[in-house]
């Protein structure tokens, strides 16, 4: 009789181990499925802030639609663009991942709301003329279908790992919206033109400047004698560089809103900046070096802080400038709706609820989905530490600001990617470079097999965001087209 209990017991416990089974494969499957969740609830709830400033006032159910695609569009520049600022010092370890996304979505937020939201162009940057498309709803489903086709782009892009530009997104999805609109004659094409040869100048500007720099370290600081010494003299400098880099487009994009800072003002804010980062690292760096081995791992220390803090900057300057990518064309809904105005006004400023949805869906974005590209951007195109990953953020900086002086058109998600491969391609050549000169010294001859085997840059990673890149903007283009006329259908 006491057989029984123990039986049952036994029993229960292999129908219990059978559930707890059934709960862990639940839980398994169902989380890939949490984040794609998040982002739909984010949607909805701009949809709902939409619903809530409109009213009831004509057109409010393509304001609230207009408002989710806003939405969608800045959670895949979040889980896109965010990775160019944020890779590198994560690949370096000077960051985790989990910090990486923590100062990312703070400063991406604060620069989206303190320096972003400047007037934006009524049909973007130019690339339609402005009384080509007509008012109401033809310019609304045009700005719809632009903005729709940017997003779902940006979202193929990083599901197959290639980081590309949001800001050839959008701009392909207007050209497309444009064209189906009003035909051909509609769009800008020098524009266009420019455009497409920023495919070739940004990744350029940025490799060639990246690799300088690593250049630069290699010659006069990694192989010297005293490394320690000569870090004390170039890193502060470089910090410098660094600080009046950013100081000079932080100065023009950050104060716009409050005084014009004309290019000149600017470069002596960013030399001031400058001199005094330089004059305060020199004590620091004298410091932290203190104690350390004269060996290549102890520089890798005195370059720790410099990136975290590039990697925060590049964030807050990002923020600033491509929030206008998620939220221009919404902005442009928005006042079509005005009725102080029509879409064909000379410019248009971004409202509050709308900055907010930008600014919100980059951080949401960038948490939910970045890991993916940043990783890809810090570590599979090419091995970075942090001496190769400040020459990337320096590079960023620097070739932005240079560009915008000469007038060149360039891309910052172009730069960044172009300085890391920049700097994998400079890491190859100067290898093989001193194993060709060590071969020699020996009376030997490094075979072809070897100098394969030494290749440092990801060849398949090339070839794919390279692709990327030029099929950005036809792809957006044919994508806004279609939907610019099933939206025509429909509304």
């Known amino acids: 009789m006491a057989k029984e209990p123990i039986d049952a017991w036994k029993t229960l416990d292999k129908d219990l181990g059978r559930i707890g089974r059934l709960e862990e494969a639940a839980l398994f499957v169902s989380r890939p499925l949490v984040?794609?969740?998040?982002?739909?609830?984010?949607?909805?709830?701009?949809?709902?802030?939409?619903?809530?400033?409109?009213?009831?006032?004509?057109?409010?159910?393509?304001?609230?639609?207009?408002?989710?695609?806003?939405?969608?569009?800045?959670?895949?520049?979040?889980?896109?663009?965010?990775?160019?600022?944020?890779?590198?010092?994560?690949?370096?370890?000077?960051?985790?991942?989990?910090?990486?996304?923590?100062?990312?979505?703070?400063?991406?937020?604060?620069?989206a709301?303190?320096?972003?939201?400047?007037?934006?162009?009524?049909?973007?940057?130019?690339?339609?003329?402005?009384?080509?498309?007509?008012?109401?709803?033809?310019?609304?489903?045009?700005?719809?279908?632009?903005?729709?086709?940017?997003?779902?782009?940006?979202?193929?892009?990083?599901?197959?790992?290639?980081p590309v530009s949001t800001t050839h997104s959008i701009v392909g999805g207007v050209v497309g919206a444009g064209v189906a609109a009003a035909g051909l004659s509609a769009v800008n094409w020098v524009a266009i033109g420019t455009i497409a040869a920023s495919w070739v100048i940004s990744p350029l500007l940025g490799g060639v400047i990246a690799a300088g720099f690593l250049a630069l370290l290699k010659a006069r600081v990694i192989y010297v004698e005293d490394k320690l010494a000569a870090a004390r003299v170039w890193v502060p400098a470089l910090n410098g560089?660094?600080?009046?880099?950013?100081?000079?487009?932080?100065?023009?994009?950050?104060?716009?809103?409050?005084?014009?800072v004309d290019p000149l003002t600017a470069l002596g804010v960013g030399i001031c900046a400058?001199?005094?980062?330089?004059?305060?690292?020199?004590?620091?760096?004298?410091?932290?070096s203190e104690g350390l081995e004269n060996r290549k791992k102890s520089l890798k220390k005195l370059f720790s802080i410099p990136l975290?803090?590039?990697?925060?900057?590049?964030?807050?300057?990002?923020?600033?400038?491509?929030?206008?990518?998620?939220?221009?064309?919404?902005?442009?809904?928005?006042?079509?709706?005005?009725?102080?105005?029509?879409?064909?006004?000379?410019?248009?400023?971004?409202?509050?609820?709308?900055?907010?949805?930008g600014a919100a869906g980059i951080s949401v974005g960038l948490v939910l989905f970045g890991p993916k590209l940043i990783r890809m951007v810090g570590s599979e195109i090419t091995k970075l530490n942090q001496m190769r990953a400040f020459c990337v953020a320096l590079s960023a900086a620097l070739t932005v600001i240079v560009a915008s002086w000469l007038g060149l058109p360039v891309s910052s998600t172009h730069i960044a990617v172009g300085a890391v491969f920049g700097v994998g391609f400079f890491r190859e050549w100067h290898s093989e470079r001193r194993a060709r000169a060590q071969g020699l010294m020996r009376g030997k001859s490094v075979p072809p097999e070897e100098r394969a085997r030494r290749k440092l840059v990801r060849r398949a990673h090339f070839t794919t965001v390279?692709?990327?890149?030029?099929?950005?903007?036809?792809?957006?283009?044919?994508?806004?087209?279609?939907?610019?006329?099933?939206?025509a259908r429909v509304i």
Not at 36 to 54: R, T
Not at 326 to 334: D, M, R, S, T
């Open 241 to 260: 560089i660094m600080a009046g880099s950013f100081a000079t487009y932080l100065a023009i994009k950050g104060l716009k809103r409050i005084v014009t």
């Open 308 to 357: 975290v803090i590039s990697a925060a900057l590049l964030s807050f300057a990002h923020g600033a400038n491509d929030v206008a990518n998620a939220v221009g064309p919404l902005a442009a809904i928005v006042h079509a709706f005005d009725e102080t105005g029509g879409p064909e006004a000379a410019a248009i400023g971004i409202p509050l609820w709308v900055m907010l949805i």
């Open 466 to 487: 390279a692709a990327a890149w030029v099929i950005t903007v036809p792809a957006s283009a044919l994508l806004s087209g279609g939907l610019y006329l099933l939206l």
């Open 113 to 162: 709301l303190i320096a972003g939201g400047d007037v934006v162009k009524t049909i973007s940057t130019g690339i339609v003329a402005p009384g080509t498309i007509g008012g109401g709803a033809e310019f609304v489903r045009a700005m719809m279908g632009a903005l729709l086709a940017a997003a779902l782009w940006l979202n193929l892009a990083t599901a197959l790992g290639a």
């Open 35 to 111: 984040a794609p969740g998040i982002a739909l609830a984010f949607i909805v709830l701009a949809g709902l802030v939409a619903a809530v400033v409109m009213g009831a006032q004509t057109g409010a159910v393509l304001m609230i639609a207009a408002a989710a695609i806003g939405a969608y569009m800045a959670l895949n520049i979040g889980a896109n663009d965010v990775a160019n600022n944020m890779g590198p010092a994560v690949g370096a370890n000077a960051l985790s991942m989990m910090g990486a996304l923590a100062i990312a979505a703070f400063f991406e937020t604060a620069g």
């Open 274 to 288: 400058g001199l005094l980062v330089w004059a305060v690292s020199v004590p620091l760096v004298r410091r932290q």
